[in-house]
């Protein structure tokens, strides 16, 4: 699936959560830099999805036409060794998730949820929780869904603006 790069509205990752909070931002930014850094092989990857469900957990690549071109899917006791990057990432994910999913009611939480990332910034959708799912991507680049800011996306990547200012939270 393409997506044409001139038609993306990056408004969707501009809008940042209403209220701080330390410990979303902390596994945030975790998994910003582990994903950073996986990003960094290859050179591949525009955007990484991380999404969990049933007690697996599915990571989605991205390329810069905005294909999907690598998915990992492993529950805990399957995740890559921690000193790998993907282990990293996974075990950042599943952290971050994890605490994610607790901010909901008990038995609210959507049976599917995810952020995704640039390897700086990192974002969630409430009304479609799971990136992993096919034409996330293209619903949000079109701008018929938003998506809440954890973490600003980078300045001159595909889905960052320089005149977004510091969104971050502390």
């Given at each position: 699936?393409?997506?044409?790069?001139?038609?993306?509205?990056?408004?969707?990752l501009q809008r940042p959560l209403p209220?701080?909070?330390?410990?979303?931002?902390?596994?945030?930014?975790?998994?910003?830099?582990?994903?950073?850094?996986?990003?960094?092989?290859?050179?591949?990857?525009?955007?990484?999805?991380?999404?969990?469900?049933?007690?697996?957990?599915?990571?989605?690549c991205w390329n810069h036409r905005m294909?999907?071109?690598?998915?990992?899917?492993?529950?805990?006791?399957?995740?890559?060794?921690?000193?790998?990057?993907?282990?990293?990432?996974?075990?950042?994910?599943?952290?971050?998730?994890?605490?994610?999913?607790?901010?909901?009611?008990?038995?609210?939480?959507?049976?599917?949820?995810?952020?995704?990332?640039?390897?700086?910034?990192?974002?969630?959708?409430?009304?479609?929780?799971?990136?992993?799912?096919?034409?996330?991507?293209?619903?949000?680049?079109?701008?018929?869904?938003?998506?809440?800011?954890?973490?600003?996306?980078?300045?001159?990547?595909?889905?960052?603006q320089a005149s977004l200012g510091d969104?971050?939270?502390?």
């Amino acid at each position: 699936m393409h997506i044409d790069l001139q038609n993306i509205r990056v408004e969707w990752l501009q809008r940042p959560l209403p209220r701080p909070n330390r410990r979303l931002t902390a596994l945030a930014t975790r998994l910003a830099r582990c994903a950073g850094a996986l990003m960094q092989v290859g050179n591949q990857t525009a955007l990484i999805g991380v999404t969990a469900e049933r007690g697996t957990l599915r990571l989605t690549c991205w390329n810069h036409r905005m294909d999907v071109w690598a998915e990992l899917t492993a529950g805990a006791p399957a995740f890559a060794p921690a000193s790998s990057l993907e282990g990293a990432l996974q075990r950042a994910g599943a952290a971050l998730l994890g605490y994610f999913a607790g901010r909901w009611p008990d038995g609210a939480s959507p049976p599917c949820l995810g952020v995704v990332t640039d390897g700086i910034g990192v974002a969630f959708s409430p009304n479609y929780p799971a990136p992993c799912t096919p034409g996330w991507l293209e619903l949000h680049g079109s701008g018929r869904a938003a998506a809440v800011t954890i973490l600003p996306f980078a300045d001159g990547s595909l889905f960052g603006q320089a005149s977004l200012g510091d969104h971050r939270l502390h």
